[in-house]
């Protein structure tokens, strides 16, 4: 099925709403090692739990259960398992090998209950994000604090990680997410391999990309303002921009309604059901998150909403139900100028 023109005319009419947190729902589960491990790596030699995107491989139902969930809820778009399924995030678990593997199994799981789903709701199409997570490591910072210029990575590694994610994954789904950005730099290694990719398969797939304020000092761990942000990757020319994790919708307010105002792209924002309590876990109820997050719908700040860290389905549905009644964002027409940035944004050219 050709999804993504629905999905196009779905969100000039009305906020699209995307899934929930993936992680909260597994964890939930109380899974233990040996069903992170099934049968294939029953024998592994490191511990496996806690490794969800394996899940795809060795409990597919369970991941495939999480997905109908999201969707039962009202999700139009769902994200793939697929947060860590990559060589060098796997490396964690020894499994760097299986990195393709994990996601094209993951993107397999997400198209099959996304395609189920739109066979019963055929006016709501439900579309398939394959996610491509911020991975374990980072270009932009050093590790150790005694030597600023090392790197565990170089460019070229995370783009050769992120090239055979995305190859996995391209069959089965409809678009890409790169998020939970944190490095800028790499986020643009992400860009660079869709991009490789969308040349050799001669098809190009709608972008993505939501980066992460890490704090109230309104930057990303690698230093950037939201407007700075943007001016990095807005040559991609995502279908989206947006911001998700790290903060809670009270704490997200800010940067979502700047970035409305800057960003001549749909905005998404998917903030966490407020922030963690001492124990970790989020107490966020679906309707206090979704009493926070309707006025930037009503504002006009938004075109799509959804829910990271500690959401549920009910959460999703909250927001789904509430959004039903409020128009999407405009997309603005900005001045075209010469933007540039580095950790501030500089901008030459506009009035």
């Not at 394996?54 to 495939?64: E, F, K, S, V, Y």
């Not at 760097?96 to 993107?107: F, K, L, T, V």
């Not at 001492?278 to 799509?304: K, R, S």
Request: aromatic residues 8%; hydrophobic residues 40%.
């Amino acid at each position: 099925m050709d999804i993504w023109p629905k999905i196009e005319q779905a969100i000039n009419e009305r906020i699209l709403i995307l899934d929930g947190a993936m992680g909260t729902m597994l964890q939930a589960r109380q899974l233990t090692e040996e069903d992170f491990r099934g049968d294939k790596f029953a024998n592994w030699p490191t511990p496996l739990r806690g490794n969800n995107d394996l899940l795809n491989i060795t409990q597919p139902d369970i991941a495939g259960g999480v997905h109908d969930d999201f969707l039962a809820a009202g999700a139009d778009l769902i994200e793939t398992n697929t947060f860590n399924a990559t060589s060098i995030s796997q490396a964690d678990y020894g499994l760097s090998q299986y990195g393709g593997e994990i996601a094209a199994a993951g993107a397999k799981i997400a198209r099959a209950c996304a395609d189920k789903w739109t066979e019963k709701t055929p006016d709501k199409p439900r579309a398939v994000l394959g996610a491509v997570g911020p991975l374990s490591k980072t270009l932009s910072l050093s590790p150790k604090v005694e030597d600023p210029g090392y790197r565990e990575v170089n460019f070229d590694d995370v783009v050769a990680a992120y090239t055979e994610q995305i190859q996995a994954m391209f069959d089965h789904i409809d678009a890409l997410l790169i998020e939970t950005i944190f490095d800028t730099l790499n986020a643009k290694a992400a860009i660079y391999a869709a991009e490789s990719v969308f040349k050799k398969r001669k098809t190009k797939l709608p972008l993505l990309i939501s980066g992460t304020i890490t704090d109230k000092s309104g930057r990303t761990l690698s230093g950037q303002t939201v407007e700075a942000f943007w001016h990095s990757v807005a040559h991609a020319e995502p279908f989206a921009i947006g911001l998700n994790c790290a903060l809670g919708a009270e704490e997200m307010r800010p940067y979502v309604q700047a970035l409305s105002k800057i960003a001549d792209t749909y905005v998404l924002a998917y903030p966490n059901a407020g922030l963690p309590n001492a124990f970790g876990e989020y107490d966020e109820t679906p309707a206090h998150m979704c009493g926070l997050m309707m006025p930037w719908a009503q504002n006009g700040w938004v075109n799509i909403v959804g829910g990271c860290c500690g959401s549920r389905p009910a959460h999703i549905e909250e927001l789904a139900q509430a959004a039903a009644k409020t128009a999407p964002r405009i997309v603005p027409h900005i001045q075209p100028a010469l933007r540039l940035s580095g950790l501030e944004p500089f901008v030459l050219g506009a009035s």
